[in-house]
């Protein structure tokens, strides 16, 4: 009787220990995730605060190149099975291209699914620091990942480096936080 209650008391030590454990670990996740969305809020707030409140002109920002870092974003986060080179690389430079993957994810074990999808939803361009050939954007949307059917909606939070090459706007480098 005795054996059977210390053993008892042994395995629900040994039981609370691994919940204790599991809480700290999630309570070590949320904090990070806390963290990085605390730093991307303030990066938005950055952005924003120089963020003219009147419709800017051309000598403040480049509404063009916010234009072509939409048109970047659609061609590369919209698509089915895998972004397509051909559709994204009109909007990047070749320094970003080499860092782009364009392989089907579907192929490598990742995911079993002929079906994968993805789209994007509530675009939004904020403005930040600017030279004549120049441009810093951070863009935030809604990236749908749809697999065999199942939609998933992550938010996602993209600075964009954009530079004027050969008289158009391009990508040439970035940087990319997906939450939830």
Known sequence: MKK????????LAIFLFVVVQNNQDLKDERTQAEEKVKVLQEDIQALESNRPTQTPSITTIHK??????????????????????????TYVTANLMK??????????????????????????????????????????????????????DVESFLRVEMVKENAQWKADAMSFQQLG
Not at 110 to 130: H, K, P, R
């Open 64 to 89: 063009e190149a916010g234009a072509a870092a939409e048109q970047f974003v659609e061609a590369y986060f919209e698509y089915n099975r895998h972004p397509v080179q051909e559709e994204v690389e």
């Open 99 to 152: 860092d782009l993957s364009f392989q089907d994810s579907s192929g490598q074990g990742e995911y079993s699914s002929n079906s994968v999808e993805s789209s994007v939803n509530d675009l939004t361009v904020y403005y930040g620091e600017f030279s004549n050939t120049s441009q810093t954007l951070l863009i935030t949307f809604t990236n749908t990942l749809t697999y065999d059917g199942v939609p998933s």
């Open 4 to 11: 059977l209650a210390i053993v008892t008391i042994g395995i």
